[in-house]
């Protein structure tokens, strides 16, 4: 289903049954994802694989998404990708750490579909 | 437990119930499904199996864990609805109650920070479940919002009309102006706390009726049987249990219909008990106003028959009299005449029927009957007649004319009762005996009292009693014998 020409999104979550989920419908919204299980794994994945969009829950075992975030914003090679925060908690200071950290939009769990389809759109080029 | 994590083990626990009909649905031979679909709910069951372990688990965090594999059961419910063509229609109902039941306002409310912020929403949700419950308006008053949002959708669901707010404060301003049927009260709040709530809530008699269910923490034993105390109706230990809170729910507002069905009467008493001492209380003593609203068929219309002492009195030549006066020197002068006499009249528990002019019908004898009511009728003429002499002295004083008063007293048989139509009625007298009276009283001297026969027969005390004399008159089949009475001297 997923475009081959379509960009890559990297989803970054250790809940494997919450990755599942997403993995299965973002691809069937015609995504090409890809996947990580913690920070470190996700730097890796950014460097190796450059994709287009980072979806980045922020609390992650090993690496949490802040301080991925915050490397990822200081190395030149990656600091382009654009970075969707996920969060758990629909916090108001949450929300404005995670902008003030570099990320480029915000969406919390459990997530709406529809609206996170949006805000990828809005991050993707065209 | 935290807050937090309550408020998210009971929405798991309420996932969970939603996906359970959903089960059920896949179980039933009839449900026939293609592979992506099997897939789709196959991974749906596995993340509710998941749930279920993780809210009887220590994990570390609960919480988080919890709102992801909530997330991925709406997903994939959500995913089901959406994409699997040629859906077997027994899956809907149930996978749209998921989705019901794993979305959270956060979600359709942009920007995403649901409801930390003041918000008061008013949720209206028509019964889905069908269950027996008179619907009501609820008002929750918890400083959680994930605790707000469980309960708006619990009782939502039953139909139930959802009032929130965060703090005490707020709680306090929503019940001056909503009508509220019951309020859930999370006791530990910051600033107005709950039994704080309860107190004032308790000191106001607009807000004392409406049931009060306080919730709290197992830990907060004390308080909660503090706030029992002090008024409080029930109360629900965190997390609750869904059926327990709606069946607290129903017993309040059942006991709220109670209570407004109570006062309702109570008003309607109270305002017929206003009617009666503002269309009696200027002409019957206190007792017998008191007298009519303790028999509930005071105010009926119709009467019975009863003996009474009829007393009727004017005053000699007032036509002529007043002829020779401007209006406000009348109205002065028929104040004080008729202020003095109505007070007399009620200190001897008579009853003024009527006032014409300057003339004055009273009745002993009902609406409340004794044994003495001729003794006190004749008593009452003579001290009537006594008074005047102090009201002349006065009308001499202001340069008003002498006024001289004939009384008549005359015992019998009337209708007495509410006498008129539904729109106009008044307490009063009709028969034979008041035509007599009337009779008496044209031949009644100035300054004199005349008695009939029949209440000369009922007196006991000792009078000055005139000769027998008989008066005939127009309208009367017989002669009527009368008596001049005075005081002994």
Redesign the interface.
Known sequence: MADASAPTILLVEDNEINRDMLVRRLTRAGHHVICAGDGEEALAKMHAQMPALVLLDMNLPVKDGWTTCREARANEHIQHIKIIALTAHAMDTDREAALAMGCDDYATKPIDFPSLLGKIAECLPE | MSKPEQAITAWSQLVIDSVAPLQAAVARPSVTMDDATRN?LN?LF??ND?LVALLTSDAP?K???A??????I???A??LLD?SDGLHKALAKPLAAIVSA???P???I?????G??ATTSVTTVQSRTGKHCEPGVILAVDDMAENRELVSRQLGKLGHTVITAESGEEALELLDTQGVDVVLLDLMMPGIGGAEVLTHMKENEHLRSIPVIMISGRQDMDQIVACIQAGADDYLLKPFNPVLLQARIAAGIERKRWLDREERYRDQLERSERFIRATFGRYLSDDIVNDILERPEGLELGGDLREVTIMMSDIRGFTTLSEHLPPQRVVQLLNRYLGRMTDIILDYRGTIDEFLGDAVLAVFGAPRSDKDDTERAVQCAIAMQRAMDEINTQNMADELPELRMAIALNTGTVVAGNIGSERRAKYGFVGHAMNVTSRIEDKAEPGSILISESTLEKLSGSYRVGDRQEISAKGLEENVVVYTIGEQH
């Open positions: 789709d991974a596995v993340a998941r965090h919480q988080h864990d709102m992801n594999i909530i997330g991925a709406k997903g994939y959500e995913m994409e794993t979305t959270t956060a979600n359709s942009e920007p995403p920070d649901i930390l912020k």
